[in-house]
Structures are given as structure tokens and as C-alpha cells.
């Protein structure tokens, strides 16, 4: 995060500055690490060295200001788009201090006083604009743990007022982060050692004491005492609500709608750390975007409230059986009653961001049109109710009862508001006619003015004679009755000249004069009633927030459990069946890839007596997806979703672990032979027998040799100590004999169709382990000669041999030895080539070196064609 600084050369001379620049200079010692927005009129301003950096980055014209101290530099963006502009210095790693001018510029003595009204930064933007409908934004705050727990994590997001708690060991604390991913995050001084994503703010240390944290916690929730047992949690949550007062420059006043803390225990929920939740692909895919993701297969939902919800829900699949099948229940009667199904989310798409809405509210931001819309959302309330009126499952008819009408509510605004109310809420047409007296009488007051004047043109001309006698109004002048020249002999008495234009002149009668005076006052006096009783219908609005904001949640939840339904019906996705010993699932699918792939092709898996299997196939050929599908099918059963197979018998898994090769990562930039270490160090430590643990391609990052010796070894060790249920990729081939020898493994591999010049792929699983061989066929169909294929081929079946008998050698090494008298100390290639006597031995190095597992079969062509011409070079 940084700031600007106070423009240090200007703020040394501030005796000399004139009282606006003083101002400026002030806020920005005031806000160090943020940049100053200042008010001026309809711009906000910056100057100096942050006028500077603000033309920079947000490629807007530098120009220059200059008064009585001297011309410095200043740059500004226009009020109205400004949320572009601060999104960009987000970005750019700033936080933004704006200062509006918070006194009428008429009502100022000297300089207009000016405040900091918030401080925007990555993880508490309010503007809409910035913020995404369908995920929230957090800020977390990092306590560490003073005893037991190593530390708690609190997670706010301030446009909604969802508040949450958790505390535990470091690695499940790390974990939280990388689930709720904030976008910023402060830390006590002794929460160490974590790694988030999101920005780091510095934050005063002192707001991480205890007894603050004591009396800010009270003074928000109304059960604070889900967190004062523990220190860690309490003051994860102090400091938390510390920085949301700092950033809103609020007090409790304008956060009221934080009213509640959930605390929440790990232990609740599926882990998921954020390997495993990149490499399904979750939230975003490999390369960080939003398309082909589970979330993107599932989120059909019909209102924002639903979206976020699916988030947090996918984020924390239940381990919970009972609950499990609570929610499969409902997605299941859901599916069934199409009718309601159809009622219910036609309903749902009535319903607007409410959770938005009600903390806007409570920060006195609302206009009538958000309390409209407010009402629109509650009147779906009554007809959700009524949809749902004969639900049998318990999830469905809890909610259903839950679900409060909230008449009180939905009759205020219906009774004060007008239908279509003006975005202003100051100047008039918001209150209906019949809720306030006072407010009709004073309506009344000006109506009757504006008929007497409507009827005055017709009066005027009949008392005059004067037929083109005209009576308007003009915001300058008020009311007036225009006479033209020719007619001006005609003009009574009582007529005072008001106005002279070029062809007429204006004029006003007393009684005209006391009649204007009456309509305005009457029209002012109405508006700021109007503005008056809006606040109070807001207000009243306001202290129902915990209520409306259950609201929100039931109508949340009811729209994830609806959306799973109209999934599992669209997408064909049957009931699972949670709590078996082992994972059957016949004819699964990968969610995510059958929607691109034309034709998919379903697989079962069995992993009950045998927990262990190994996969093995070619490159291409679907390993990798057929190990995440299965991993999906858990999370989404977890999740409560029916899921793609024909059917499925699930254990209920505590955690799911994948570790991606070096090989199939090299996109996230972030594999290195010690990451996938200590990645894998981490399954061996905490993996358990209700684990599921997906190994793709371990010990691809080191010698072939040491990526053997490794997998052998890792899968021993997971087969016999820790006996999580296991799926392992490999292309070391030797692994598959381990398997077959090892009583609770299994061998499963993927096959390509080699009928035909073209290798297709079947996609398909089968029993077994792979031939091994398929490289060397896929050379032998291009016409690679005998002599090659056979030679590689005898090659390959001296390596596992090899490979089998001693792990931990460098076969190639060895091999090229014993093959190639020349090669060992020789390194000179072009030299050994030129000879034809080393040829031989080049090419079957050649051929050694070729990492056949991970040659997509083009390459291999290429490669076996190159061999082939050097072969007929030499013939
Ligand atoms: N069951 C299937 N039905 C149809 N297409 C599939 C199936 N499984 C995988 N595919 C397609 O094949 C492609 C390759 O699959 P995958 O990445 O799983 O292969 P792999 O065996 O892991 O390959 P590698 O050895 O290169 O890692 C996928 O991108 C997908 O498009
Ligand atoms: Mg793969």
C-alpha cells in the first residue's frame, strides 16, 4: 500500500499558503499513506507530487495551479466518473482518501471546511460500481493466538455486513485465506508468517489491544459473546471494525448494519487449500480466468444474493452427513416439482441485491428508488411462501417458516413512497400524497397558488383587452405577466414593470407577488418536509436491517438450493449417496470439461477395498481429468448438488489434496521441485484415511531416477500408513508393477485407438496398467523403420526393468554408458556426428533423451521423423 506523502517542498513553506492549500497539505499528513482526493467544485484535485503521480497513472493532463505562495503542479478528475478513476489507482496499489467539502460553499466564512468522508481502499470500496454483484469483497484482519489456537482470522465485507470468525492452527487459518481470498488484509503484530493474496495494510497495532476489541465488538453485535472465550477471535474482530470505522470515517452510526458476528469452526467444513482449489478449478481456472470453472457450470442462480451464497457454499463443501443430505433433500424434491422449482426461482429473479441495499441504508446512502426496490424484493416474499406452501423436506420448510413478510416494513415504504420516486431525494415527488398532513396541507397550499396563476392569463386578458397577454414563469424572475409593445398603452395601473425583452415587457400585480411567495415557500417548505419524513421512513427502515438481513440470507439460500436442482435436471446429475465405505461412482463425468467436450465419455471409479489406484496412458489421454472429475464429484455431493455420474456412493471426505507436477503447472509460474516437495509433505503429514489425496505426475521436477525413487516410495507410504484413498498419474511405468503387487492398489489406465494412420483417444478407463508402448507404436505406424522401433523398444523394456530392480540410479545415464563407448566424457557433439561410426550411438541417445510420457504425439512424430532421415542419411 502507499500514499504520497504531504508534497514535502509545499509543506514546508505552509505559513505562506494560502487557507485552502493549508487545508490540503494538512489532510494529507493527516491520511500519509493514501492519496487526497480534495474537493474543489465538481473536481477533485490533487497537487504537487501527488498531482503528479495521480497524471501518471491515471493518464490524465498535468496543469498547474497558482495563487499568492507560488504555481505547483495539480491534476483533477471529474466528481461524477470518479469510481473509473479510483478503481485505477486500486489498482495501482494506492488507497484513495477522499475529502469532500462538507459545508455549503454559500454558508463558508473563509475556505469551505473539507473532511476525509472515506478511505477507499481494495477491500472496502462501497461504490457499486466497483464492486462485483456477484462476490463479495473482503477485508481480513490476523490475530495471533495468546494460548491454545494459533491465531484467528475475521473477514468483513462492508457492503453487505457479513461478519465472520475462526480461529485454529496456522494451517487451517491459511487455509481460510485462501478460501475467502480477501482483498485486503491488516495483521496484529503477532500474527506471522501467512501468505495472502490480497494488499497488506499497516494498521495501528494498538487497535488489536484487547479491551478496545472488548468494546467495539459490544457495541456492534448483538452477540458478542460467540467470540469473547476466545482473545485471538476478539481481537481479530476489534481491530476488523476498527479499520472499517477508519476507512468509512464512521463511527458505529454508519456501520450499524454490521450487526452481527458469525463464528464458525474449520472443523465444519471440507478443507480445501488453495492448490487444491486452483487445480479443480473452482473459482477460476488455471490461468486465473473466470471461464470453465465449477463455480461457472453451477451458478444458473437468479439474484446476486444466490451467486455469492453458491460461493461460500462451494468454498466450504459440509462434512457433516446429516447436513449433507438435508440440503440433497431439498435439491431433490426441487428436482422432482419442476412447478415449484419454476415458482420459486421466477420469484427469486424479483429480488434484488438487498444485503447492498439494507447497509446502504444503514449509512444513510439509500435513495427512495433502493427503498422501492427494497419493497419489490420483500413483496416477493409472500409468494415464495406460497410457492413453497407444501414442501415436505425439512431444509425447504424450515426456510419457508423462517421467512419473515415483514408487512410492517413492506407497508411503511408502500404507504410513504411514491411508486416511481426521482433519484433526489430533496427536492419534492418522494412522499405520497396522504401520509403526512402537514406535507399535503403545504401541497395543497402550492396547488391552489398554481391555479390561481393557471387561471390569471384568462382574467388578465378579459380585465385588459389584451388577447396575446401571456402569464409564465421563469426561475430568475418568478412568476409574470408579458405584455407586447403594440400593447403596452393598454397595461393597468396595478402592473409593476419586472422585465424589458425586445418585443415585450414583463410585469407583476402585488397580488401576483404575494401569491409567488406563497407557491415557492409552500414548494420549499414541502421538499424539506418531504426530505425529512424520507429520512425518518429510512431510519425506521434501518433498525429492521437484522431482520431484513435475515431475509437475505433464507432468500439466498433458497436460491442455490433451487439453482442446484435446475442444474442436476438440466445437466442430468443424479443423487449421490453419502456415508458408504469408499467412492463408487458408475458413468461419472467432469462437470466443467463434458460442457466443452462434444462427447464426453463417462468412467466409473472404484475405490473401496482397493483405496489406491494407479493411472497410467498416454499423454492426452484423460488422466488428469478423470482424477479431478472424481475429486468434483465429492466436493459437489459435499456441497449438497447431485452430481454428473449415474450414480454415486460417497465416504464422506474430510479433505481433499491434490498435487499437480511440476510438468502440468509450469503455467502458474510457480513449480519448483521444492514446491511439489513441499506440497507432498504436507499430504504425508495431515492426509488421513478420509482423505482424498490426487497425485498427478509426482517427480516429474528431478532426475528421472529420483522422480522413480520417489513415487515408489510416496506411494508405499501412502498404502500402507496412511490409507487416504489415492488416485496417482505417473509415467514412471515401473509404479505400475508396485501396484499390482500392493494388496490394497490397483492399476487403471487410459488407452489411444491406434487403428488407423491417426491416434485418437478413447478417453475411457480400463483395468490395468498401461502398455508402456505407445510412443514406439505411434512410431511405427508413422514408418519409422524396424531397426529404430525395435531398438527403442528393447531400450524401454531395459529401463523399467531397470527401473523396477534399482530406483535411484540414473538408468539414462547408465544406459547411454553402456551403449555408447564415445558419449561418456565426450562433449563434443558436432565432432561425434561428423564420424559415422558415433551416428548410432547420437541417435539412440537421442531417442533415450525423448521424454516419450510427455510428447504430445505430434512432437513425437516430428521427432521420430527427424531420426528416421538421419538413419537414411547414413544408408
Ligand atoms: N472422458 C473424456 N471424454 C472426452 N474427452 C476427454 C475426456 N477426458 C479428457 N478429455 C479431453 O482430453 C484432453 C486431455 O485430457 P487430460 O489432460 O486429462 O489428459 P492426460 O492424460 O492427463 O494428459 P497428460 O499426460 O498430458 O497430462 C482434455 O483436455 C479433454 O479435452
Ligand atoms: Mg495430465
Redesign the pocket.
Known amino acids: 500500500m502507499q500514499g504520497t506523502g504531504p508534497p514535502a517542498k509545499m509543506a514546508e513553506r505552509r505559513e505562506e499558503l494560502t487557507p485552502m492549500m493549508r487545508q490540503y497539505f494538512e489532510l494529507c499528513s493527516e491520511y500519509e499513506d493514501a492519496l487526497v482526493l480534495f474537493q474543489v467544485g465538481d473536481f477533485y484535485e490533487a497537487f504537487c507530487e501527488a498531482a503528479e503521480v495521480a497524471a501518471r497513472r491515471l493518464e490524465i493532463t498535468l496543469t498547474s495551479r497558482e495563487d499568492s505562495s507560488g504555481e505547483y503542479p495539480m491534476a483533477g478528475i471529474p466528481i461524477d466518473n470518479a469510481a473509473s478513476y479510483v478503481e485505477t489507482l486500486l489498482s495501482a496499489g494506492y488507497r484513495v482518501a477522499i475529502a469532500d467539502q462538507v459545508q455549503e460553499p454559500e454558508e463558508a466564512t473563509g475556505v469551505v471546511d473539507r473532511a476525509v468522508t472515506r478511505v477507499v481502499t481494495p477491500g472496502t470500496v462501497l461504490d457499486d460500481e466497483l464492486l462485483s454483484a456477484g462476490s463479495n469483497t473482503y477485508v481480513a484482519s490476523l490475530a495471533g493466538g495468546e494460548s491454545g489456537p494459533d491465531a484467528a482470522v475475521a473477514f468483513v465485507d462492508v457492503s453487505t455486513g457479513e461478519f465472520r470468525v475462526t480461529s485454529g492452527p496456522h494451517g487451517t487459518v491459511q487455509d481460510e485465506l485462501d478460501r475467502f481470498r480477501p482483498a485486503e488484509y491488516v495483521a496484529g503484530p503477532d500474527a506471522e508468517g501467512f501468505d495472502v493474496e490480497g494488499m497488506h495494510t499497516p494498521f495501528e497495532a494498538d487497535a488489536f489491544g484487547r479491551e478496545s476489541a472488548c468494546e467495539r465488538l459490544g457495541a456492534y453485535v448483538s452477540n458478542p459473546e460467540a467470540v469473547v472465550e476466545n482473545g485471538a477471535e476478539l481481537r481479530a474482530c476489534g481491530a476488523l471494525l476498527a479499520y472499517a470505522e477508519y476507512t468509512q470515517s464512521a463511527d458505529r452510526g454508519g456501520l450499524e448494519y454490521i450487526s452481527r458476528v458469525t463464528r464458525y469452526d474449520t472443523r465444519e467444513g471440507m478443507r480445501l487449500d488453495r492448490t487444491a482449489l486452483r487445480s479443480l478449478e473452482v473459482f477460476e481456472n488455471r490461468e486465473g480466468g473466470d471461464d470453465h470453472t465449477l463455480v461457472g457450470v453451477l451458478d444458473d442462480t437468479a439474484c446476486a444474493l444466490g451467486r455469492r451464497e453458491l460461493v461460500h457454499w462451494l468454498r466450504r463443501p459440509l462434512v457433516d452427513a446429516g447436513a449433507i443430505e438435508r440440503r440433497l433433500d431439498a435439491v431433490e424434491e426441487l428436482t422432482r416439482r419442476s412447478l415449484v422449482r419454476e415458482e420459486v426461482r421466477e420469484g427469486l429473479r424479483e429480488v434484488y441485491d438487498i444485503e447492498r441495499l439494507i447497509a446502504r441504508v444503514s449509512r444513510g446512502r439509500a435513495n427512495a428508488r433502493d427503498l422501492r426496490s427494497l419493497k419489490t424484493t420483500l413483496d416477493a416474499v409472500p409468494l415464495l411462501r406460497e410457492a413453497l406452501a407444501d414442501c415436505e423436506s425439512d431444509a425447504l420448510a424450515e426456510r419457508r417458516a423462517a421467512l419473515d413478510e415483514m408487512d410492517d416494513v413492506r407497508g411503511l415504504i408502500g404507504r410513504a413512497i411514491v411508486d416511481e420516486p426521482p433519484i433526489e431525494v430533496t427536492e419534492g415527488g418522494v412522499i405520497r400524497e396522504g401520509y403526512d398532513d402537514g406535507l399535503d396541507e403545504l401541497r395543497e397550499t402550492e396547488r391552489e397558488g398554481r391555479e390561481w396563476v393557471a387561471d390569471l392569463e384568462e382574467a388578465e386578458r378579459e380585465r385588459t383587452g389584451i388577447d396575446s397577454l401571456k402569464v409564465g414563469y421563469n426561475e430568475v424572475h418568478g412568476y409574470y405577466i408579458e405584455v407586447t409593445n403594440p400593447n403596452l398603452d393598454r397595461v393597468p395601473d396595478d402592473y409593476t414593470r419586472r422585465q424589458t425583452l425586445k418585443n415585450s415587457e414583463r410585469f407583476y400585480t402585488p397580488e401576483l407577488k404575494s401569491r409567488e411567495d406563497e407557491i415557492l415557500g409552500a414548494t420549499e417548505r414541502a421538499d424539506s418536509r418531504e426530505y425529512e419524513l424520507f429520512r425518518e421512513v429510512r431510519d425506521a427502515v434501518a433498525a429492521e436491517a437484522d431482520r431484513i438481513q435475515r431475509v437475505a440470507e433464507l432468500l439466498a439460500e433458497l436460491d442455490v438450493l433451487a439453482t442446484l436442482a435446475a442444474v442436476a435436471v438440466d445437466r442430468n446429475y443424479s443423487r449421490p449417496a453419502l456415508g458408504a465405505e469408499g467412492i463408487t461412482i458408475e458413468a461419472g463425468?467432469?462437470p466443467v470439461?463434458e460442457t466443452?467436450?462434444p462427447?464426453?465419455?463417462?468412467?466409473d471409479t472404484d475405490l473401496t477395498d482397493e483405496r489406491f489406484a494407479v493411472v497410467t496412458?498416454?499423454?492426452?489421454?484423460?488422466?488428469?481429468?478423470?482424477m479431478r472429475q472424481v475429486a468434483l464429484v465429492c466436493l459437489l455431493a459435499q456441497t449438497g448438488s447431485f452430481v454428473p455420474a449415474d450414480d454415486a456412493a460417497l465416504s464422506v471426505l474430510d479433505r481433499i489434496f491434490t498435487r499437480v507436477g511440476a510438468?502440468?503447472d509450469i503455467a502458474g509460474g510457480r513449480s519448483t521441485f521444492m514446491r511439489e516437495m513441499t506440497e507432498l509433505t504436507e499430504i504425508l503429514h495431515s492426509a488421513t484415511e478420509d482423505s482424498l489425496v490426487l497425485l498427478?505426475?509426482v517427480g516429474r521436477g528431478t532426475s528421472t531416477a529420483d522422480g522413480r525413487a520417489l513415487a515408489r516410495a510416496v506411494t508405499e507410504f501412502v498404502h500402507d500408513e496412511v490409507g487416504a484413498f489415492t488416485l496417482f498419474?505417473t509415467?514412471f511405468h515401473g509404479l505400475t508393477d508396485v501396484a499390482a503387487e500392493l494388496p490394497r492398489a490397483r492399476n487403471l489406465h487410459?488407452t489411444a485407438d491406434r487403428s488407423g494412420e491417426a491416434v485418437s483417444?478413447v478417453?475411457?478407463v480400463v483395468e490395468g496398467p498401461a502398455s508402456g508402448s505407445y510412443g514406439v507404436d505411434v512410431a511405427r505406424l508413422a514408418g519409422v523403420p524396424d531397426r529404430v522401433t525395435d531398438r527403442a523398444r528393447e531400450l524401454l523394456d531395459g529401463d523399467d526393468a531397470a527401473a523396477g530392480a534399482t530406483p535411484g540410479q540414473d538408468d539414462h545415464a547408465d544406459r547411454t554408458r553402456l551403449t555408447n563407448g564415445h558419449a561418456a566424457g565426450n562433449g563434443d557433439g558436432e565432432a561425434a556426428t561428423a564420424e559415422g561410426g558415433a551416428d548410432d550411438a547420437d541417435i539412440e541417445r537421442a531417442l533415450l533423451e525423448a521424454d516419450i510420457?510427455?510428447m504430445t504425439p505430434l512432437e513425437a512424430l516430428n521427432r521420430l521423423d527427424e531420426l528416421q532421415r538421419r538413419v537414411e542419411e547414413r544408408q
Open positions: 463425468r467432469h470439461v466443452t467436450e462427447t464426453f465419455v463417462p468412467n496412458g498416454p499423454n492426452m489421454s484423460g488422466k488428469s481429468t478423470y510438468s502440468d498427478d505426475e498419474a509415467h487410459f483417444f478417453h475411457s510420457a510427455r
